[in-house]
Nanobody
Framework: QVQLVESGGGSVQAGGSLRLSCAASGYTYSTYCMAWFRQAPGKEREGVALIAPGGGSTNYADSVKGRFTISRDNTKNALYLQMYGLKPEDTAVYYC?????????????????????WGQGTQVTVSS
């Protein structure tokens, strides 16, 4: 069965850094676009970063551009999100996601409807 398991979340002060990881199994990992989504309390779930199957193309939400970097290692079925310069507004549960082909290559990649498989999420808390 499909599994996506996030790790690396935690609590940091504003300006700090974290590296999130996602371990995937149960599907052909290297053929799927992968993404990181986040959901803060009382807010909609939103995509923050997307990476193409081969890792050569990425997209970012404007709110994280220049601070977050998404990467993948297809030999390990692994996905990463390196976060620098964290802000209190980055506080959320972060989810690893595998996107459908149609979702990945649409203008709606950042919406939950683009996702085929979800992880369970990992909490990131940024204090001021």
């Amino acid at each position: 069965q499909v599994q996506l398991v996030e790790s690396g979340g935690g609590s940091v002060q504003a300006g700090g850094s974290l590296r999130l990881s996602c371990a995937a199994s149960g599907y052909t990992y290297s053929t799927y676009c992968m993404a990181w989504f986040r959901q803060a309390p009382g807010k909609e779930r939103e995509g923050v970063a997307l990476i193409a199957p081969g890792g050569g193309s990425t997209n970012y939400a404007d709110s994280v551009k220049g601070r977050f970097t998404i990467s993948r290692d297809n030999t390990k079925n692994a996905l990463y999100l390196q976060m620098y310069g964290l802000k209190p507004e980055d506080t959320a549960v972060y989810y690893c996601a595998a996107e459908t082909r149609s979702g990945c290559y649409s203008t709606s990649w950042h919406l939950p409807g683009a996702v085929a498989y979800w992880g369970q999420g990992t909490q990131v808390t940024v204090s001021s």
